[in-house]
């Protein structure tokens, strides 16, 4: 099974950026979804952004326009370019990946905390 290892996270100020990363412990180039999600306080896990095989991108709406996903597929990683960083992004952010439709091939990375103070 795929192992992933988010890094990048930290704390910063509202208006400020952060650049997430995700390392896969294999080639990821076949894989149909590689994905960001995130949990905030007391609330449940939502999906943030995604990005398909053929690298078309998904964003929440909160998101949009502000945050940019994309994927290196030789270097077996994925990023999330997090721009005008709002409070409200506040939460763990989870790499996860998925190989085919079939959600039994979905795989979960530890977690990256991002706070964004006001």
């Known amino acids: 099974q795929v192992q992933l290892v988010e890094s990048g996270g930290g704390a910063v100020q509202a208006g400020g950026s952060l650049r997430l990363s995700c390392a896969a412990s294999?080639?990821?180039?076949?894989?149909?979804?590689m994905a960001w999600y995130r949990q905030a306080p007391g609330k449940e896990r939502e999906l943030v952004a995604e990005?398909?095989?053929?690298?078309?991108?998904t964003y929440a709406d909160s998101v949009k326009g502000r945050f940019t996903i994309s994927r290196d597929n030789a270097e077996n990683m994925v990023y999330l370019q997090m721009n005008s960083l709002k409070p409200e992004d506040t939460g763990v952010y989870y790499c996860?990946?998925?190989?085919?439709?079939?959600?039994?091939?979905?795989?979960w990375g530890q977690g990256t905390q991002v706070t964004v103070s006001s």
């Open positions: 996860y990946s998925r190989r085919s439709w079939s959600v039994t091939t979905a795989t």
């Open positions: 294999e080639s990821i180039g076949s894989f149909m979804f």
């Open positions: 990005i398909t095989r053929a690298e078309i991108p």
